[in-house]
């Protein structure tokens, strides 16, 4: 659960990333 819960959150921060920069 904590691997699922810490790629979420990558993933999310990863998109939020991305629509900021882009």
């Known amino acids: ?3 699922e819960l ?3 959150s990558h993933g ?3 998109s939020l990333e ?3 920069y882009s």
Do not use: D
Request: proline letters at 0%; charged letters at 15%.
């Open 1 to 3: 659960m904590r691997t």
């Open 6 to 8: 810490l790629t979420t």
């Open 12 to 14: 999310i921060s990863s």
């Open 18 to 20: 991305k629509a900021l």
